[in-house]
């Protein structure tokens, strides 16, 4: 499977949050090009970059993620707020090499079917980010109630349009340390006949080697990585042997 060091990104710097929350941004290294030498020189093919500023509507980091695509030897699959074709051209044409649409681009006009006409449908991924098995898709066309669908039906959504790489959080762990739900990701790709990469919840090296054994795709190490839990070595190899 594929490993993918994360690089959350808010006003230039790796920055980690618990849960989406912007109140517990805590500031890992101020200079995300030495982030990603230091993920090339233990042996990563690439890295996991969301767009803070861009979810918060601050801005987009824009300029900042084409010069790591283009600086660093990895490739970068990029997310945060990416729910236009727009979105995604602006992210692609700046060298990465995914662009993770977020849930509510399957309510674009023309919805994914649109993404995967426009961009060959292997540069594209769909973030799946499901509390108790739900999608939060924003609020609907009528305005007033958020609208929400089974995980499992966004994901049926994505690969009928062709996208058939979602990134699946369980949002209850994000940032949490709490062990990844391998179950439910598990249980995501059968359903729905995807390639899933979990994100959310990794802490130790045996839930990368569950993920392994599970079949999924890849696995995102953020926090746990961060905090030295393990290294980027080690963490490489639970995913390769």
Do not use: K
């Amino acid at each position: 499977m594929d490993l993918f060091p994360a690089m959350d990104l808010r006003a230039g710097r790796v920055v980690r949050m618990r849960r989406g929350d912007p109140a517990s941004e805590f500031v890992y290294d101020p200079d995300p090009f030495a982030v990603a030498r230091r993920y090339v020189e233990a042996g990563a093919r690439w890295a996991h970059v969301i767009d803070l500023d861009r979810v918060f509507g601050f801005g987009a980091q824009t300029g900042l993620v084409a010069r790591l695509a283009h600086g660093a030897a990895l490739r970068l699959q990029v997310g945060g707020g990416l729910g236009t074709p727009e979105d995604a051209a602006a992210v692609l044409a700046g060298g990465a090499e995914r662009a993770i649409l977020r849930p509510a681009a399957s309510r674009a006009p023309g919805g994914l079917a649109a993404f995967a006409r426009r961009f060959h449908p292997a540069r594209l991924a769909l973030a799946v980010d499901a509390h108790r098995g739900s999608v939060d898709l924003g609020e609907s066309d009528g305005g007033g109630e958020a609208r929400s669908v089974p995980a499992a039906d966004l994901a049926r959504e994505a690969a009928a349009a062709g996208i058939r790489t979602v990134v699946y959080t369980d949002l209850g762990r994000e940032g949490g340390l709490g062990g990844a739900d391998v179950a439910g990701a598990a249980a995501l790709a059968r359903e729905a006949g995807v390639e899933v990469i979990v994100s959310g919840g990794v802490s130790t090296l045996d839930d990368l080697v569950a993920i392994r054994r599970a079949g999924l795709a890849g696995a995102v190490v953020g926090r746990a990585l961060f905090e030295g839990r393990f290294t980027l070595r080690e963490a490489l190899a639970c995913s390769s042997s």
